[in-house]
């Protein structure tokens, strides 16, 4: 009767840790050739944004192009939530359009984005955002390419990258 008791309670232990998807431990794949070495996500697997922009319109295009990716959910701040991420406008003489810091801060240079188009500032504010989500640059053809374009969709370097880090 004993030994039948402690053979039954191994088992449990052994289905418990079988049957544990594997997303609860989701975290970002830190050892990913893609992986900035942060990001600006809470454990929860959201990305709750606040402050402001004057670029809101091209900075909720970027979200829902990173929100289509489907693991991390980037959120408008409310007072239930944690802020991640906070914008903000600058202006700077400079080559620079937009800045991510690893402290949560997007900064947009009004400098040079009041010249750009509405394309051209989606591209920009989805490569921040990109950032945020702890990916690198990556080459031509992607949101993630360190150069401003006028591409607003996921190239297939900008998902690959975010699979491995996320998924
Ligand atoms: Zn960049």
Redesign the pocket.
Known sequence: MRVAKVVGMLMCVILLTALLPEEVFAAPNTSSPYYLGWDLVDSGLHCDWGGSTKYSAQWNNAVSIWNSMGVVSIRKDTIFTVQDVELYDYYEVSSITAV?YSSGKIGFNTYNLDNCTSDEITNTAA??L??ALGIK?LSAGNI?Y?YQTSQTWLGNGDRTAYNDIWK
């Open positions: 991510t490569h921040e990109g950032h640059h993630m360190p």
